[in-house]
């Protein structure tokens, strides 16, 4: 029978699995071939964003999976995994993931979970392709100001040409004073 410590390690882990899962943006990876350094190098990538990279058992995942009821369990944690997850970033992290695919031969992206939804590497591909959070925040910002923007140069407008007609009027009053003097 195991001990309550290796009990309570084991809790702590299928926690820390839960917590992972239910993140907005999981993506898991086949990292085998990796050197120490690169798997150090694509931590430190995603780390920048504010997420995290953990090597897990796959037992534990697949107790996880079938204790939620998810149908994905057996099939999906053949070999050694990681995941890469973040809650605000994942897009950035499914960037940052895909890259470092093409960069590197080792690292193969198997599948991943976006808002607890299972989606296959093809997905994953497609969400590395929108616009991060920052680029719509900007693209938002934009949107906002610009029809304010307009309006505040349309309700200008009829000042500016009552100024620039004023001045042509006194302009050609002083050409005309200046024709007759």
Do not use: C, W
């Not at 990681?82 to 960037?95: G, I, M």
């Not at 960069?103 to 969400?127: L, R, S, W």
């Not at 505040?152 to 007759?180: H, Q, T, V, W, Y």
């Amino acid at each position: 029978m195991p001990s309550k410590v290796i009990m309570d390690v084991k809790k702590q882990q299928a926690d820390e699995l839960s917590k992972i899962f239910q993140s907005s943006g999981a993506y898991l990876f086949d990292y085998r071939g990796l050197t120490v350094a690169e798997m150090n190098d694509l931590r430190e990538r995603v780390k920048n964003l504010g997420a995290n990279v953990k090597v897990f058992k796959n037992r534990l995942a697949i107790k996880y999976f079938e204790k939620e009821r998810k149908p994905q369990g057996r099939d999906l944690f053949k070999g050694p995994l990681a995941v890469a997850y973040a809650n605000d970033n994942f897009v950035e992290v499914a960037k940052v993931m895909v890259d470092f695919e093409k960069e590197n031969n080792n690292v193969q992206i198997m599948a991943g979970f976006i808002e607890q939804t299972y989606v296959d590497k093809d997905k994953i591909k497609h969400v590395a392709t929108l616009p991060g959070k920052e680029q719509l925040l900007a693209q938002l910002a934009f949107l906002i100001s610009m029809p304010l923007k307009k309006m505040g140069m349309a309700l200008s407008a009829p000042l500016r040409n009552m100024l620039i007609l004023m001045k042509n009027l006194k302009d050609k009053k002083e050409k005309e004073e200046k024709n007759n003097g």
